[in-house]
């Protein structure tokens, strides 16, 4: 019963608060276990970076500000993010992160999420988003050939080197996001700056070099030659960039 007491202290303040405050230098996820979070008031101080997790969908904030060069980073995910607040100051260099994530040889590169952004009342510089797709993994290294055996004195000749394997091809970039600004009609246009370019693709993979021939031998009654060098392998093709997203922009 204590412990779970404890439990509840750790995380109620956090989800029923009516205001949050993020540090600076500090990274703080926000809770997204029902899939709504409501704020009076969300601060993310110089430098500080808020994590939206991927099951977070809407986030309502009264008031939003943001610190030099601070931060919210969104996990990608499947479903659409909405984003609203009645006033929101930016500092300079903060920034809207929803970036999908990059590729690995395992797994493929992710989109960036789709976000609904709607400011009521706008100060800032600069209104920056980059919801630009993940890079896809570049391709598997070609294998080197194996080497050619070396002849006998008594028998045969030098074995040939194996030829490099292919190098493997570049994974696919993902998709940009689709991101609809709901923004002030006094807001400067110039003063937007979203990216929502698709992922790069994968960088082709290496081809495996070509094996060596077996080496020639010096006999009592003649030599042996050695063998010929295998083939390089050929190097993989590129990956293709994700498709870009879209942007939309709403004057109220």
């Given at each position: 019963m204590r412990r779970l007491c404890l439990v509840a202290a750790l995380f109620t303040p956090l989800a029923m608060a009516d205001s949050l405050s993020v540090e600076p230098h500090s990274l703080m996820r926000l809770p997204g276990k029902d899939g709504v979070l409501t704020l009076d008031r969300l601060v993310i101080e110089d430098y500080a970076t808020l994590l939206v997790p991927d099951n977070l969908v809407e986030l309502k904030v009264g008031e939003l500000q943001l610190g030099h060069e601070a931060r919210i980073?969104?996990?990608?995910?499947?479903?659409q993010l909405r984003i609203e607040a009645?006033?929101?100051a930016l500092g300079e260099g903060s920034q809207i992160l929803a970036r999908g994530a990059p590729g690995t040889y395992e797994k493929?590169?992710?989109?960036g999420r789709d976000l609904q952004l709607q400011l009521q009342s706008l100060q800032g510089a600069q209104l920056s988003v980059d919801a630009r797709g993940g890079a896809?993994?570049?391709g598997y290294f070609g294998l080197d050939g194996g080497s050619?055996?070396?002849?006998?004195?008594l028998w045969g000749e030098a074995g040939h080197g194996a030829n490099g394997l292919n190098g493997g091809n570049g994974h696919d970039g993902a998709a940009g996001a689709q991101v609809h600004l709901q923004l002030p009609r006094d807001y400067p246009a110039e003063a937007i700056k979203v990216q929502v370019d698709g992922g790069a693709g994968g960088q082709p993979g290496a081809p495996g070099k070509?094996?060596?021939g077996g080496k020639s031998k010096g006999c009592f009654v003649y030599d042996t030659a050695g063998g010929k060098a295998g083939r390089?392998?050929?190097?993989?093709?590129?990956?293709?960039?994700?498709?870009a997203g879209a942007l939309t922009v709403q004057r109220l």
């Open positions: 980073a969104i996990v990608p995910g499947a479903q009645r006033h929101a493929d590169a992710l989109p896809g993994a570049p050619g055996t070396e002849p006998g004195c070509p094996g060596p390089a392998g050929q190097p993989g093709e590129p990956g293709v960039a994700g498709r």
